[in-house]
C-alpha cells in the first residue's frame, strides 16, 4: 500500500529524533552531495520500525552521515556497520559516532557498494536490518538488492528499508524478498523488503 504524507526537503537539520540520543546533533558536510534523510521521514521511518530494533544488527548501506544507522543505535540497536564510498563521509561518520559515544559495536566501511559486498559475510550470524539511501537518480536500488539477496550475512526474516526517488526503477527477486510496505514522502519513496 502506498502513503503519501507532505514533506518540505529543505528540513535537513540533522538531530537524533528518538531514543537515548534524542535530541543530540549530528555533524553534517555544507556543499556536499550528501544529501541526509530528513528529519520528518526519519522520524516516520522509525515510527513504523518501533518496537523491532532492540538488540538488533543492522547495516546501513550508502551511508552518508550516518544518521540512519545512529538513529537505530539511539533506538536499541546493539551492532551497527556503516558503508559509504567517499573519504569525507566516513570521516563524518567516524566524529559523529566519536561525539555521541557510539565507537562501540560500530564499524565503518569505505566501500564501493557497485562492487560488491561479499566483506559483510564476515559479520557472524548476519544483519537484521538493513538501511540502503543511495544517490538518487543513479539505478543503484535495484543492483543492491540483487547482491544483498546473494549474501550470506542475512538473519532469518531479515528487513530492508530503502529510500529512493519515485523516479528510481525497483526491482527485486520475488523469491527472496517480499515487499510489505511503501510509503511516498514527496519525491522519496520509502521501500520495506523482508527476506523470505
Wanted: net charge positive; aromatic share 8%.
Amino acid at each position: 500500500m502506498l502513503r503519501r504524507l507532505r514533506v518540505n526537503r529543505t528540513e535537513i537539520a540533522l538531530r537524533i529524533i528518538g531514543g537515548v540520543l534524542r535530541g543530540k546533533k549530528l555533524h553534517n558536510i555544507k556543499g556536499q552531495s550528501i544529501r541526509p534523510t530528513a528529519d520528518r521521514i526519519r522520524e516516520s521511518l522509525f515510527n513504523i520500525l518501533a518496537g523491532t530494533l532492540s538488540g538488533t544488527h543492522v547495516c546501513d548501506l550508502f551511508a552518508g552521515t550516518g544518521a540512519l544507522g545512529i538513529e537505530a543505535l539511539s533506538r536499541g540497536a546493539r551492532t551497527v556497520w556503516f558503508v559509504e564510498k567517499a573519504t569525507v563521509a566516513t570521516r563524518l561518520i567516524q566524529r559523529n559516532l566519536k561525539e555521541c559515544s557510539l565507537l562501540e559495536n560500530t564499524r565503518v566501511w569505505q566501500r564501493d557498494i557497485r562492487r560488491s559486498l561479499h566483506f559483510l559475510n564476515a559479520f557472524p550470524g548476519g544483519f537484521d536490518l538493513f538501511f540502503m539511501d543511495p544517490p538518487y537518480g543513479k539505478q543503484l536500488v535495484s543492483p543492491t538488492l540483487d547482491q544483498l539477496c546473494r549474501l550470506d550475512a542475512v538473519a532469518q526474516d531479515a528487513r530492508i528499508v530503502v529510500e529512493h526517488d519515485v523516479m528510481d526503477a525497483v526491482s527485486w527477486n520475488a523469491s527472496r524478498l517480499a515487499l510489505e510496505d511503501r510509503r511516498l514522502y514527496g519525491k522519496t519513496h520509502i521501500s520495506f523488503f523482508r527476506f523470505v
